[in-house]
């Protein structure tokens, strides 16, 4: 929540408003006096990495009653505040809509008691409402991500890995509960993203006899010769009856009919603490400025709306029809209508719970139709986060789908040795959390190769091949900074010649500069950036950070820009550099690569699967271009890219496309970072409605 309001501080100040603190939530409107307080630029450095939020959150009573808001009404006319950003659940924004819909009745009413004039009643006729959804839950419909639930799933994977080393060493059955009274969002993405035996959510309960069907499922992947089983159980677990399930009445269980060892983990409120995951930030500081920007468009007329997240854009959506078809969810379930409540949840959560449902329940060979067709996947290029996910859930839908699914060892190099063999179901347990690549993977091009591939894919009859690659922490060093008076670091970032890291690190981090190859710089740029940390030493926030991307420029190395900072900045502030080099693609892969990876693989496999079939028989079975195809994120939507398309898209020099989504974004950290930029919001400047699908496939997250 903190990079939202700061967000909002500084786009705020930026375009000339003032902005005020409103702490303590609604119960800081009511009561008024020292709890709204006029904000400056200073006021929301340093709190990116802080957890929570500085200016408090409080449920209020009072603001629930017409008197109550009365109060809040008069606070805010008082200090001339007619714009008004939300930020929390489905019921703040409903109060926040209700607010807004009486506002003018309120105003009257102050003007009868003599508390405000006629003039300040004609000001101050309207008040404009902007909401953004911070919940951990991401039980709010219209968006695909709420802030803060990214950071949530860190603290529940860094928790399930944890128990995993344990449950494997002791051969145990552990049942995890994570929050989600009334959603399950975080139950099912994590149970995606540590391939979890058994989940449990309120939306779809498990079907009549679960618990025979568990106990098998659990017992079977014991004969699979796997060391531990977890399960996981949403807070607000139920059974087709809406009686509860609980983590308790599932170890009991489990204990009773099987005598495996269990233990029963429940998470709790660590799920809410803890320093936000850099996606949650970068999330919140687009919503922050879109909001400020949707409420300097607002008129008289604009409906209260909601900034939202859908696939790489952010977009408004009637605060109104956010609330209602989330309330509807809800009804759903007390209805026991529980395929309604998927449905109405959103697209990504029904293809999240498609997709573990795919994965986790192998059936037996004798009920799966064969294709007789061979898939083989391969990595490729650097090493990635989310890799072994990837290949998990394409060997487990491919194997569901009837193929004999192959894997190639070691990158084009491997495969042109024969380094293939079968691999099966049981082989990719547990690689979901492994970093790197089990598979291996070399940066070797095809090219001088292609003659022994070929003949390797005629020895093991390919039909089809899965490449799964590419072309082939900043918040430490700052928070050392921070405890530090007048020092710079310099950070340099991998990409290659792709500044998507450095730019998106700066953005996460708060940087005061990031230098990337996308947007060429010279030695006026880097004097004006000197000048600019300069100027921010004199104020209290005497510390910097700067990003460069690793093949930005030539001849303005890392090197050369420390040196030229240390130089100018002399009796200023002193520098320090730090090369992040190859830790960047070590380490567990995030909940975010991991659910990505699963779901991205499954539909490449689903696609795969789909041309086999319309291509049955023997010989030469694919000569058109879309029979080789990149699956990727375009805007809003999954898309399946024929490769001579993307030629014309590519610099292949510099192995990067030639426009990049991301720069859009740029201007946002130069803003928030106090530089002039022009920042466009032709994207988002449309209300649309919470229903409107596209025609193609939403990027469900």
């Known amino acids: 929540m903190n990079a939202a309001v700061r967000a909002v501080v500084r786009m705020g100040i930026y375009v000339g408003a003032k902005v005020y603190f409103i702490y303590e939530g609604y119960q800081g409107m009511v009561d008024g006096g020292s709890n709204i307080v006029e904000a400056d630029w200073e006021s929301v450095s340093s709190i990116l990495q802080v957890g929570g939020t500085i200016i408090g959150s409080a449920r209020c009573k009072a603001f629930r009653t017409r008197e109550g808001r009365l109060k809040a009404a008069c606070n805010l006319v008082q200090r001339g505040i007619t714009n008004l950003c939300v930020i929390g659940g489905d019921g703040s924004l409903t109060g926040a809509n209700i607010f807004r819909k009486e506002w003018s009745g309120l105003l009257?009413?102050?003007?009868?008691?003599?508390?405000?004039?006629?003039?300040?009643?004609?000001?101050?006729a309207y008040l404009n409402v902007v909401g953004m959804v911070g919940s951990i839950d991401n039980d709010f419909c219209g968006t695909d991500m709420t802030i803060g639930t990214d950071s949530a799933l860190h603290r529940i994977?860094?928790?399930?890995?944890?128990?995993?080393?344990?449950?494997?060493s002791h051969q145990r059955t552990f049942v995890l509960e994570v929050m989600g009274r009334h959603c399950g969002y975080l139950a099912l993405v994590s149970a995606l993203a540590c391939g979890a035996d058994w989940v449990f959510l309120?939306?779809?309960?498990?079907?009549?006899?679960?618990?025979?069907n568990m106990c098998i499922k659990l017992s079977e992947n014991r004969a699979r010769k796997k060391r531990l089983n977890i399960i996981i159980v949403a807070e607000g677990a139920i059974d087709t009856q809406n009686k509860p399930i609980t983590s308790e009445q599932i170890k009991e269980l489990v204990v009773t009919q099987l005598g495996y060892d269990t233990?029963?983990?429940?998470?709790?409120?660590?799920?809410?603490?803890?320093?936000?995951?850099?996606?949650?930030r970068?999330?919140?500081?687009?919503?922050?400025?879109?909001?400020?920007?949707?409420l300097l468009q607002a008129t008289p007329e604009t409906p209260p709306c909601v900034v939202s997240l859908s696939g790489t854009q952010a977009v408004r959506l009637p605060l109104v029809e956010c609330v209602q078809m989330t309330q509807d969810v809800q009804k759903a379930m007390d209805e026991r209508r529980f395929k309604d409540a998927v449905r109405l949840r959103g697209r990504s959560f029904e293809t999240n719970l498609n997709t573990y449902k795919r994965l986790a329940i192998k059936f037996p060979d004798d009920q799966i139709v064969k294709s007789n067709c061979n898939v083989a996947v391969i990595n490729v290029g650097a090493p990635a986060a989310g890799m072994n996910a990837a290949v998990r859930?394409?060997?487990?839908?491919?194997?569901?789908?009837?193929?004999?699914?192959?894997?190639?060892?070691d990158g084009f190099e491997g495969f042109a040795k024969g380094q293939v063999k079968e691999i099966g179901w049981g082989d990719v347990g547990g690689w979901t959390g492994q970093g790197g690549s089990i598979l291996g993977t070399k940066r070797t091009l095809p090219g001088k190769f292609l003659e022994d591939i070929a003949q390797q894919m005629r020895t093991h009859s390919i039909n089809a091949l899965l490449i799964i690659g590419g072309f082939e922490t900043c918040d430490r060093i700052k928070q050392s900074a921070s405890g530090t008076k007048r020092r710079v670091f310099i950070i340099e970032t991998m990409g290659g010649y792709c500044g998507y890291l450095a730019n998106m690190g700066a953005l996460a981090a708060g940087a005061d500069a990031a230098y990337i190859f996308e947007e060429p710089f010279d030695i006026r740029d880097l004097q004006s950036n000197v000048e600019h940390l300069t100027e921010k030493m004199k104020t209290t926030i005497q510390r910097g950070l700067v990003l460069r991307n690793e093949s930005c420029s030539e001849n303005y190395t890392?090197?050369?820009?420390?040196?030229?900072?240390?130089?100018?900045?002399?009796?200023?502030?002193d520098c320090r550099k730090n090369v992040l080099g190859h830790m960047q693609q070590g380490g567990a892969p995030s909940p975010f690569d991991r659910n990505f990876g699963t779901k991205i693989s499954a539909r490449a496999m689903q696609w795969i699967s789909m041309k086999l079939k319309e291509s049955p028989g023997k010989g030469k079975r694919f000569v058109t271009d879309d029979s080789i195809c990149v699956l990727g994120i375009s805007k809003r939507n999954l898309f399946f890219q024929p490769v001579t398309e993307l030629k014309k898209e590519t610099d292949f020099e510099h192995r990067i496309p030639k426009e990049q989504w991301w720069l859009k974004l740029r201007p946002l950290m130069k803003i928030l970072a106090k530089y002039e930029a022009s920042y466009e919001v032709s994207d988002s400047g449309q209300l649309e409605h919470v229903h409107h699908r596209g025609h193609e496939e939403p990027a469900a997250i």
């Open 108 to 124: 009257e009413e102050l003007a009868q008691h003599g508390e405000i004039d006629k003039e300040q009643v004609q000001k101050h």
């Open 202 to 212: 309120p939306e779809s309960p498990p079907e009549e006899g679960w618990q025979e």
């Open 157 to 168: 994977i860094e928790v399930v890995d944890a128990i995993m080393t344990t449950a494997q």
């Open 558 to 573: 890392t090197d050369f820009i420390y040196q030229l900072y240390s130089e100018e900045g002399k009796g200023v502030f």
């Open 393 to 409: 859930s394409a060997v487990r839908v491919g194997i569901a789908d009837g193929h004999k699914m192959l894997a190639i060892y």
């Open 263 to 280: 233990r029963v983990t429940i998470l709790g409120h660590v799920q809410r603490g803890g320093t936000p995951s850099a996606f949650d």
């Open 282 to 294: 970068i999330l919140a500081s687009r919503m922050g400025v879109e909001a400020v920007v949707a």
